[in-house]
């Protein structure tokens, strides 16, 4: 009995960790859903350089919160990230992500980068 107490407490305690680290760059929380979190990884290491860690734009335009607006079909915004915009700095990234990568950060902008 105590010791699932201390065990339980030491799974608190490093989940607590893991979510501190999550926040440590200053950008959203990490989602629970693993297909929103994997989309996180990658539009911190292929897209927040130009559209910022939280979405509100820079190089390219802000796209927290403006999503599902802007791209009623997801299909479009899907299309978009596939070929990119060509004459822009907004790349075709068919050549660096899966379909399923591309899928799980299309996600991440439309459910996760949400806004204030
Ligand atoms: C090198 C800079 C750069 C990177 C990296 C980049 N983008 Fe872009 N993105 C842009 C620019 C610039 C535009 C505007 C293109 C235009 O003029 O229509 C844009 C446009 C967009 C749009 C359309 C916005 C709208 O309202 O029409 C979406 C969605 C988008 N980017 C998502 C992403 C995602 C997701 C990633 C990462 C996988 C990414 N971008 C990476 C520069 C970038």
New binding site residues.
């Given amino acids: 009995m105590r010791i699932a107490r201390s065990v339980a407490i030491i799974v608190v305690a490093v989940g607590g960790l893991a979510v501190g680290v999550g926040c440590a760059g200053g950008g959203p929380a990490t989602p629970s859903d693993p297909v929103l979190a994997q989309g996180q990884q990658?539009?911190t290491a292929?897209?927040a350089?130009?559209?910022g860690v939280s979405g509100g734009g820079g190089?390219?335009?802000a796209?927290a919160g403006?999503?599902t607006e802007?791209?009623p079909d997801v299909a479009d915004?899907i299309a978009?990230?596939t070929n990119g915009?060509p004459?822009?700095?907004?790349?075709a990234?068919d050549e660096v992500?899966s379909a399923a990568e591309?899928d799980a950060?299309?996600r991440?902008?439309r459910e996760s980068l949400v806004g204030s």
């Fill in positions: 990658i539009y292929r897209c350089s130009c559209h190089i390219g335009p796209l403006r999503m802007r791209f915004q978009l990230l915009v004459g822009t700095s907004m790349r990234f992500l591309i950060v299309v991440y902008t």
